[in-house]
């Protein structure tokens, strides 16, 4: 009987070239493989792609690997969430009506076998980044989406390849743990538990697996990215786990 909820963020497919991201993108499928018989409920928890834009007739190439198996995960009767990341924040309706996939803009709250779960991919939350915030307002705005839209999918993709290659994850700076006080989703993780109890709190975005109990009660769970870790989260029904796919 299938009883366990996955979390999987930050794939990043199409970062760095087309060489790796196949070879990512084949260990996530095989990753889907593994967990399939197990899996009922799959949430993608954002940056997925390192771009993606859904112009009216026209999605970006490639990735057809990961979508075949989700298509045939969600025809097999699991239930798949795609939250919008900072680098795909643009889907908007392909995976649903291709792939009968739940798109979720925001956050996401959720309770399952009597826990209380906060999802979110994480950016823009939390102190700072006030930069990242004014950028992620302007790129969420329907008349600039619509704006950018006009511009042919050569170019438009093209530009777009060109600003993710400046992202944080082109930068091949590593992340590191200081403290619970400078982790900026942990603090608001923290504000939240003033106003609302929740068992879990799940974000990518961090690109660093942490899990962090946060007051005997809660715990705030990053579950990576799939470029140096292939980190995940598995709630069994009991308990929330972090864990890795071919360790090495």
Not at 45 to 71: C, N, S
Not at 197 to 219: A, C, E, N, V
Not at 224 to 242: K, M, P, T
Request: neutral net charge; charged residues 25%; aromatic residues 16%.
């Amino acid at each position: 009987m299938k009883k366990n909820i996955y979390f999987a963020s930050d794939f990043h497919l199409g970062s760095p070239d087309h060489t790796q991201s196949r070879l990512r993108e084949d260990r996530v499928v095989r990753w889907l493989n593994s967990i399939e018989s197990t899996c009922s409920e799959l949430f993608l928890m954002g940056d997925i792609f390192d771009f993606w834009f859904e112009y009216h007739t026209v999605v970006p190439k490639g990735f057809i690997r990961l979508q075949g198996k989700l298509a045939a995960m969600t025809d097999a009767g699991i239930k798949i969430y795609f939250f919008k990341g900072n680098h795909d924040m643009w889907v908007k309706t392909y995976f649903t009506e291709e792939m009968g996939i739940e798109i979720v803009s925001d956050e996401m709250v959720m309770e399952r076998s009597g826990k209380r779960f906060f999802l979110h991919h994480g950016d823009g939350l939390g102190p700072g980044d006030n930069k990242y915030k004014i950028l992620r307002k302007i790129f969420r705005n329907p008349v600039c989406q619509w704006l950018f839209a006009l511009v042919p999918p050569r170019i438009g993709l093209g530009i777009a390849t060109w600003w993710s290659g400046k992202s944080r994850l082109a930068s091949s700076k590593e992340e590191v743990f200081e403290s619970v006080e400078k982790e900026w989703l942990a603090v608001y993780a923290k504000e939240l538990l003033q106003k609302q109890h929740y068992d879990y709190f799940i974000f990518g975005h961090r690109h660093l697996p942490l899990s962090i109990d946060l007051d005997g009660k809660s715990k705030y769970i990053n579950i990576g990215e799939w470029i140096n870790f292939n980190s995940y989260a598995v709630f069994d029904g009991n308990d929330l786990s972090l864990n890795y796919f071919e360790k090495n």
